[in-house]
Nanobody, 121 residues
Framework: QVQLVESGGGLVQPRGSLTLSCAASGLTLDHYNVAWFRQAPGKERERVSCIWHTSGHTYYVDSVKGRFTIARDNAKNTVYLQMNSLKPEDTAVYYC??????????????WGQGTQVTVSS
């Protein structure tokens, strides 16, 4: 059974750091484009970052450029989101998602359940 499991969320102070992990089972994550999304209460879901499975090209939404880094560890079948210099506006539930076609697909194939990130002093 295909499963994506996020971990690493929690409460962190502004300017702090967290690393989120997206661990996959039932599929080889290196064969998929993998994205991180986030959704805050009352706001639309937002694509934060993505890494293509063919080229390795990465995408970051403007608000996180220079602060977040997406990376793969194929040996662990895991994709990470390193988040530095966190801001209160980064507070959201973060989801990883995988798609076989594109980082920009309208309907991702698989989704994790999400992990809460709260940035507050």
């Amino acid at each position: 059974q295909v499963q994506l499991v996020e971990s690493g969320g929690g409460l962190v102070q502004p300017r702090g750091s967290l690393t989120l992990s997206c661990a996959a089972s039932g599929l080889t994550l290196d064969h998929y484009n993998v994205a991180w999304f986030r959704q805050a209460p009352g706001k639309e879901r937002e694509r934060v970052s993505c890494i293509w499975h063919t080229s390795g090209h990465t995408y970051y939404v403007d608000s996180v450029k220079g602060r977040f880094t997406i990376a793969r560890d194929n040996a662990k079948n895991t994709v990470y989101l390193q988040m530095n210099s966190l801001k209160p506006e980064d507070t959201a539930v973060y989801y990883c998602a995988a798609d076989h076609l594109s980082c920009e697909d309208a309907d991702y194939d698989y989704w994790g359940q999400g992990t809460q990130v709260t940035v507050s002093s």
